[in-house]
């Protein structure tokens, strides 16, 4: 099974951008960051309380778009391997995703 997530285009190269499917005890939510020609997906899903890392909309990345941030008790992760190097759940990491590109579309493997 594959979902289609979008196209490229949507995902400017250094933004994240967040996905949600499902409601109830089934949601799943996911986001996917593209930079310097790769994309990297990640469970939306802080190791520190579970929680979703962002608040608003697609604001995964910290100020100087390095590192990705939980909003709620300022985690920092590496892009390229979701390592926590800084806060609460220093250590732990995000769970990757599986993605895959065809042609202009990306697509999430669950
Ligand atoms: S829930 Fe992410 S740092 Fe606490």
Not at 70 to 96: M, N
């Amino acid at each position: 099974m594959t979902i289609r997530l979008g196209r490229l285009d949507d995902i400017p190269d250094g933004t994240a951008r967040g996905f949600s499917f499902g409601g109830g005890t089934g949601r799943r939510e996911i986001f996917v960051y593209r930079g310097g020609g790769t994309l990297l997906g990640y469970e939306n899903a802080c190791p520190h309380q579970g929680t979703p890392l962002n608040f608003l909309p697609d604001r995964f990345l910290n100020r100087e778009r390095d590192r990705f941030l939980c909003a709620t008790h300022g985690a920092q992760f590496r892009r390229d391997d979701g390592y926590c190097v800084s806060g609460p759940c220093e250590g732990k990491s995000l769970k990757p995703i599986a993605l895959r590109v065809e042609g202009a579309e990306i697509f999430w493997v669950p």
